[in-house]
């Protein structure tokens, strides 16, 4: 099947660029995600997007059960993260797929879609472009009551509930950005 990209409209990068849900601010990033976890239920799904809040989350000692990054980090510098790669070959599924920067691809929507579809399993999804617009796919798709967990760059992490609010807002804006093909992707309820 061919790579569909949908870039995001102009319009919309200031709607997406606010944090959602509660920020955890701070300077040291593994004490921010360390206060990160203590501030959600671990009985919940939880889903880190980006590779500084991934690897935070990992050196805290807490492996996201679906974590999304593309191997770099603000501006495409360049972020190690063989450790959070190793850690998944071991405990997981490790999944590549491409999304261009300042995109929502099919691949991507269609590979968030499958890894809802499977709860009990652990997925790290290494992409080929850009993980940035993927959150909005998780707020979308992913199951009430799981946990979004994604950076703001130099002020923290933000953590996000899925629920109805969230997930009515994601399918807003994806309904602009996927213009006709939205229904392909989505059910209108």
Known sequence: MA?????????????????YG????GVDRVSVARR??????????????????TK??????????????DRATLRGENIEIDEVEGIYSQVGIVM?????????????????????GKPGERFLVVVEGEEDLLS??????ANYSE????????????VVEI?????????????????EDYSLYFADP
């Open 147 to 158: 946990i979004l967990l994604y950076g703001i760059p130099r002020r923290g992490i933000a």
């Open 96 to 116: 590549e797929i491409r999304n261009p920067r300042g995109t929502i691809s099919s691949e991507a929507i269609n590979t968030i879609k499958y890894i809802a």
């Open 163 to 179: 629920d109805q609010r969230i997930r009515a807002f994601a399918l807003n804006i994806l309904r602009e950005i996927l213009g």
């Open 136 to 141: 909005l796919l998780v707020a979308a798709i």
């Open 3 to 19: 790579l569909k990209v949908y870039p995001l409209p102009e319009r919309l990068r200031g709607v997406l660029s606010r944090e």
């Open 36 to 53: 990160a976890i203590m501030a959600i239920h671990h009985s919940r799904r939880v889903w880190s997007v980006g590779d500084v809040v």
């Open 22 to 25: 509660f920020l955890v601010e």
């Open 56 to 69: 935070s989350l990992v050196e805290a000692g807490f492996i996201p059960h679906v974590a999304i990054v």
